[in-house]
């Protein structure tokens, strides 16, 4: 999808290294057992310089994340939140900035077992903008109901922001491709909606903000931050579920992300949504967000960690 802009340091099991430097063995157990677990972060822009938005929350997710998954992060909470800043201050980026923390199991042991495996952590950040480009933030996107469903939570842990996760998220993302839309939704088992192959998602219908409340889907940041916007600006907002025929009747509808911030959807299964372009309570939210990552609302700052 995205090539990657390539930064100068990566922190690696406690050091920081040069970019090329980061690499790992072929061997590593991760890549052939695929359990993982990440973090997807951002960095903005602000007039006070670079600031990461929630990385508490991040953060804690990510331990969250690996508690559930049987990981083992070999440092604590406080030194992977200095590991960010650290990391950050050693590069030298000018525009947005994504951050993958991922822990994982690397090289030493072979079989399915995680027992004894070599707990890693690493942490890389590079300069990287709209997730599906500057054009579908302004205009919406074009989302296909998946042919897969996210994974019952007898089969998955879909709260943990695991890797193994994303393959579901991956191979629906290209289905919905194949068909001429930008990104899949996903149906949990019951058949109602969970969410995006990496978004969470919302409808508005009658002026109130409805968005999915099940156990098929990643605990999501930005959907806790859009939450708080909108009441804050007055607007009622619902967790139930949502089924696929009122996505489709919904007056808006828009997906809300660390990487896709807020993105409004213009079709859903060939229906159009509203007018088929970003509705209005859509975009106040967006614009509210993006004021608050990028410093420009006090009430909010507290969100922000500082770099310099
Ligand atoms: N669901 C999935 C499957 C995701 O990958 C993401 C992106 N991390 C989200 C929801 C949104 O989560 P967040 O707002 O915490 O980035």
Same mark, same amino acid.
């Given at each position: 999808?995205?090539?990657?802009?390539?930064?100068?340091?990566?922190?690696?099991?406690?050091?920081?290294?040069?970019?090329?430097? +980061?690499?790992?063995?072929?061997?590593?157990?991760?890549?052939? %057992?695929?359990?993982?677990?990440?973090?997807?972060?951002? /960095? %903005?822009?602000?007039?006070?310089?670079?600031?990461?938005?929630?990385?508490?929350?991040?953060?804690?997710?990510?331990?969250?994340?690996?508690?559930?998954?049987?990981?083992?992060?070999?440092?604590?909470?406080?030194?992977?939140?200095?590991?960010?800043?650290?990391?950050?201050?050693?590069?030298?980026?000018?525009?947005?900035?994504?951050?993958?923390?991922?822990?994982?199991?690397?090289?030493?042991?072979?079989?399915?077992?995680?027992?004894?495996?070599?707990?890693?952590?690493?942490? /890389?950040?590079?300069?990287?903008?709209?997730?599906?480009?500057?054009?579908?933030?302004?205009?919406?996107?074009?989302?296909?109901?998946?042919?897969?469903?996210?994974?019952?939570?007898?089969?998955?842990?879909?709260?943990?922001?695991?890797? /193994?996760?994303?393959?579901?998220?991956?191979?629906?993302?290209?289905?919905?491709?194949?068909?001429?839309?930008?990104?899949?939704?996903?149906?949990?088992?019951?058949?109602?909606?969970?969410?995006?192959?990496?978004?969470?998602?919302?409808?508005?219908?009658?002026?109130?903000?409805?968005?999915?409340?099940?156990?098929?889907?990643?605990?999501?940041?930005?959907?806790?931050?859009?939450?708080?916007?909108?009441?804050?600006?007055? %607007?009622?907002?619902?967790?139930?579920?949502?089924?696929?025929?009122? /996505?489709?009747?919904?007056?808006?509808?828009?997906?809300?992300?660390?990487?896709?911030?807020?993105? +409004?959807?213009?079709?859903?299964?060939?229906?159009?949504?509203?007018?088929?372009?970003?509705?209005?309570?859509?975009?106040?939210?967006?614009? +509210?967000?993006?004021?608050?990552?990028?410093?420009?609302? +006090?009430?909010?700052?507290?969100?922000?960690?500082?770099?310099?």
């Amino acid at each position: 999808m995205a090539s990657i802009n390539e930064a100068k340091n990566i922190w690696m099991n406690g050091k920081l290294i040069p970019w090329k430097d +980061a690499t790992i063995h072929v061997l590593s157990h991760s890549l052939h %057992y695929g359990n993982a677990v990440f973090e997807g972060v951002r /960095a %903005y822009q602000t007039k006070k310089g670079l600031a990461i938005f929630r990385l508490q929350e991040h953060t804690k997710r990510l331990f969250d994340s690996a508690k559930a998954c049987l990981i083992k992060i070999p440092y604590s909470y406080d030194e992977v939140l200095k590991a960010h800043v650290d990391l950050l201050k050693s590069n030298d980026f000018k525009n947005t900035v994504y951050i993958r923390p991922i822990a994982f199991f690397g090289y030493g042991t072979m079989g399915v077992s995680n027992e004894g495996a070599h707990n890693d952590l690493a942490i /890389a950040a590079w300069e990287w903008g709209a997730y599906m480009g500057e054009e579908a933030l302004k205009k919406g996107i074009k989302v296909k109901i998946s042919s897969w469903m996210r994974s019952a939570p007898f089969s998955m842990m879909n709260r943990a922001k695991s890797s /193994a996760n994303y393959f579901n998220s991956q191979m629906a993302n290209f289905e919905a491709k194949q068909a001429g839309c930008d990104e899949a939704l996903l149906l949990d088992p019951q058949g109602y909606i969970a969410e995006g192959s990496g978004e969470c998602f919302f409808i508005v219908r009658d002026g109130k903000i409805i968005t999915p409340l099940n156990n098929t889907s990643l605990e999501s940041i930005t959907q806790a931050t859009v939450i708080e916007i909108a009441r804050d600006l007055g %607007y009622e907002v619902i967790r139930r579920p949502i089924t696929r025929d009122e /996505a489709y009747i919904a007056d808006e509808a828009f997906f809300t992300g660390t990487a896709a911030e807020v993105t +409004a959807i213009s079709e859903i299964d060939s229906r159009i949504i509203g007018k088929g372009c970003m509705g209005e309570i859509t975009s106040k939210l967006q614009k +509210a967000y993006f004021d608050i990552v990028m410093g420009n609302n +006090a009430k909010f700052e507290h969100y922000l960690t500082y770099i310099k």
